[in-house]
């Protein structure tokens, strides 16, 4: 069974620093990655995702993630906050079909 | 291009009504599913088609029903809505294998009183 433990529901970044968001999880076969974005009162939207190959992955909107098997983690980051990075964030996992499984989700907040 | 269309986006309902949220994709997607969001909890499955004319339970599907009468459609239902079905529901579609990832639709926001 695939679970998703993210670390932190609330976080609080400056403009222009580090975003980091984690998130680990457990399957019991290699698993496909998936980090969401969502906005206030919208749906939500694929940032990026790991199925194979590079374990270093570029998304949208300037985010990245990092596959790591032996820490079983997939780490969403951004160099640099941008105000309309305000969203909450959503890691995914899925055992090579077609069922999601979902964190609880990190909230992030920017500061002017 | 829409890609996954729900309707309504809002609704308030009374105890003990009945009610059912649509789902529309257009992108020839064999799996949907519906979650449901709540505060501090992420998404959570309630149910999930495979194709047309199946279905399937998912994590939480105690008070809802589902159809998928059509490829393109997947109904959920509340036959007799209590306050704890209070969330904001989520459509989603994908590909066979899910390697994609989801769809999802915009969401529906339900309040039961």
């Known amino acids: 069974a695939q679970s998703v433990t993210q670390l932190g529901s609330h976080v609080s970044v400056s403009e222009g620093a580090l975003v980091l968001l984690r998130c680990n999880y457990s399957s019991s076969v290699p698993p496909y990655l998936f980090w969401y974005v969502q906005y206030p009162n919208q749906g939500l939207q694929l940032l990026l995702k790991y199925t194979t190959g590079a374990t270093l992955v570029k998304g949208i909107n300037g985010f990245e993630a990092e596959f790591k098997k032996s820490e079983t983690s997939f780490h969403l980051t951004k160099p640099s906050a941008h105000m309309s990075d305000a969203a909450e964030y959503f890691c995914a996992v899925s055992e090579n079909d077609y069922k999601l499984s979902f964190g609880a989700g990190t909230t992030v907040t920017v500061r002017a | 291009n829409a890609g996954v269309t729900q309707t309504p986006k809002f609704r308030v309902l009374k105890t003990g009504q009945s009610m059912t949220l649509l789902c529309a994709q257009d992108m020839n997607h064999e799996y949907m599913y519906w979650y449901r969001q709540d505060p501090g909890m992420g998404l959570r499955l309630i149910h999930y088609s495979v194709g047309e004319g199946t279905t399937a339970k998912g994590e939480v599907p105690d008070g809802y029903n589902v159809s998928r009468l059509k490829k393109q459609n997947f109904l959920l239902g509340l036959e007799s809505a209590a306050p704890s079905q209070t969330s904001v529901y989520f459509c989603?579609?994908?590909?066979?294998?899910?390697?994609?990832?989801?769809?999802f639709g915009s969401g529906t926001r339900l309040t039961v009183v």
């Open positions: 989603a579609s994908s590909h066979v294998n899910g390697i994609h990832g989801y769809t």
